[in-house]
């Protein structure tokens, strides 16, 4: 599966993202000391670390709510380091977050169809159905309040409102938390789905072995940068990441 | 007594009509910054007297300025916040607050120096023209009060509901950081939903202007009423602050009715207690 990605790829054209020597934190605290990371155009890049290590951290800086403190990051071929956040949706970098951070005042409908906020109304109707297709279940709960929903449906939602936002690249932080086993089953299930549409991810997840299954490459954080890189596979296989996370 | 109790409650619909409109900038603007605007009441002082000086300088009908003082109570409302509210209270709700507070100081003074404490009124046509509906006699310009208020309380609503600036606006008061994950600019939203709030008290000033006398005191008057409406109602919520403002304005005629001008105003504050008593949340107020 992982060679149908064609790992390779990213040798002849420039990644849709590439992360130079990032660094962000917060107050005297210095969380991210130099991350360096590429995502091409197509491919699904985990990002695995501990508990804490920056991983959130990370995504913030990528989708502009944290303003990075030092290093670059191109995305789709124009330098965004340092730009708002409005203007990233706008490039097509769309961030899930951690915690899903939906709308719970606001219908499920509501809550998708301002996930097109910053791509104005034509295309909407045609993305709304095909989110829709994807998600049955928000379907029939389209006019139900988002705060009403279990926490798997807003799990969904929040990927639901971010698929609105028509991403070039999705960032998925920790999708699978507090769902139950069944869930986190069809959360990768989903993913999978995602990404052989073509869409580009960065999956940020503690499912290390689902992660690993489901991405091309991987990068480990630790201690503020990159630890280990690599194919999937190999680092499925890594002995260090193994007794790092699987306690092998 | 029951001759005049219908008179009575129909006065009280119509005057709670403009105090509906006052409490809903406020209860709009608390419901998405969460401070209370307390520079309100001056606001609304503000309006009245530029529909009072547009009124006696150029000749223009309050009613016909209601679209004018709308506009122009909008600009003020988003200037304040986007150049002295905002930058003042950093994000800081209690900064906001505080800045709200120096901006009522500085407006109330403001308007002693332009225009002493004098009271003020001006002329209409129609300010003793009524209406006759049945057995009652309403007063004109109250009932366009009424009309009008109820008017822009329900395009106010159809904005908030069906338009994804208003949507916005409603996520921003929940979830400004999901609401930035959508591209949404948080700081432009709380700009934005001020100058609305500030834009009702536009309308609210010019509705009011052809029944009641306008001095540098008079928001006090109208915004405390207003604050008993928002938190009866539901802090936050827009049919609270109407269904609110209705009851308050009918407690208020019937309790000068049967207990007298001077007993009578113990009836709002009373039905305010006992509202809070059986929900403390308010009428419409969400159950957290
Ligand atoms: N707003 C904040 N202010 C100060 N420190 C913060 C803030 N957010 C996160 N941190 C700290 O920064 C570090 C990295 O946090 P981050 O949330 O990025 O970790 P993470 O890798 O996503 O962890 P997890 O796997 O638990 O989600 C942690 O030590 C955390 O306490
Ligand atoms: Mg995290």
């Known amino acids: 599966m992982a060679l149908a990605r064609r790992p390779g790829s ?45 991983k959130t951290t990370l995504n913030r800086t990528l989708s502009g709510l944290l303003r990075p403190r030092g290093g670059r990051i191109r995305f789709a071929g124009s330098d965004i380091t340092g730009a708002d956040h409005a203007a990233i949706v706008q490039a097509g970098l769309i961030h899930v977050p951690e915690g899903r951070r939906i709308f719970p005042n606001l219908t499920v409908r509501e809550n998708l169809l301002l ?27 389209q006019r139900q309040k988002a705060g009403s929903l279990s926490g798997g449906e807003q799990q969904m939602l929040a990927i639901g409102r971010g698929l609105m936002a028509q991403p070039v690249l999705l960032i998925l932080d920790e ?74 | 007594m029951m001759a005049l109790l219908l008179p009575a409650l129909v006065g009280g619909v119509l005057t709670g009509g403009v105090y509906a409109l006052v409490a809903l900038g406020l209860t709009l603007i608390y419901g998405v ?65 505080l800045a709200t507070l120096g901006v009522a100081v500085v407006l109330d003074n403001a308007a002693l120096i332009a225009f002493t404490g004098d009271s003020r ?54 979830e400004p950081e999901g609401a930035a994950l959508v591209g949404i600019r948080p700081a432009r939203i709380f700009a934005l939903a001020y100058g609305i709030g500030i834009a009702c008290l536009g309308a609210a000033g010019c509705l009011l202007l052809p029944s009641f006398y306008v001095s540098p005191q008079v928001g006090g008057m109208f915004v405390l009423v ?41 009836c709002v504050p009373l039905l305010f207690i006992a509202v809070l008593l059986v929900r403390p949340t308010g009428l419409f107020g969400a159950v957290r």
């Open chain 2, 121 to 174: 009124s001006i002329e209409t046509p129609y300010a003793l023209q009524m209406v006759q509906a049945g057995p009652l006699l309403i007063p004109l310009a109250k009932l366009v009060a009424f009309a009008g208020a109820m008017l822009i309380a329900l395009l106010l609503w159809a904005f908030m509901a069906l338009t994804d600036t208003g949507r916005a606006i409603r996520a921003v008061a929940r």
């Open chain 1, 115 to 141: 996930g097109s906020y910053a791509r104005g109304r034509p295309a909407r109707a045609a993305t709304l159905a095909r989110v829709l297709q994807t998600f049955p279940r928000l379907a029939e709960r």
């Open chain 2, 33 to 97: 910054l969460h401070i209370v605007n307390f520079a309100h009441g001056s606001l609304l002082m503000v309006a009245m007297f530029g529909a009072w000086l547009l009124a006696t300088r150029l000749g223009l009908d309050p009613l016909a300025a209601v679209p004018l003082m709308a506009g122009a109570m909008f600009a003020i409302g988003w200037g304040l916040y986007r150049f002295v509210i905002g930058p003042v209270g950093r994000g800081d709700d209690r900064g906001v607050l």
């Open chain 1, 10 to 54: 990213q040798m002849a054209e420039p990644p849709l993202l590439d992360v130079a020597g990032l660094r962000a934190g917060y107050g005297a605290f210095e969380v991210l000391r130099g991350v360096s990371l590429t995502v091409a155009a197509g491919e699904v890049v985990a990002v695995l670390g501990a508990n804490g290590v920056g």
């Open chain 2, 226 to 266: 207003a604050f008993t409406v928002v938190v009866l109602g539901g802090m936050g919520s827009f049919p609270g602050a109407v269904v609110g403002a209705l009851l308050v304005g009918i407690t208020e005629n019937l309790g000068n009715l049967y207990l007298g001008e001077s007993l009578g105003p113990i």
């Open chain 1, 175 to 248: 999708p699978s938390l507090g769902l139950s086993p069944k869930l986190v089953e069809e959360m990768f299930v989903l993913i999978g789905r995602l990404c052989a549409e073509g869409l580009s991810l960065l999956l940020v997840e503690q499912n290390v072995v689902q992660s690993l299954a489901v991405a091309a490459r991987a990068y480990v954080i630790e201690h503020g940068s990159v630890a280990l890189s690599g194919s999937a596979d190999a680092l499925a296989r890594d002995t260090r990441l193994r007794t790092a996370y699987l306690g092998l």
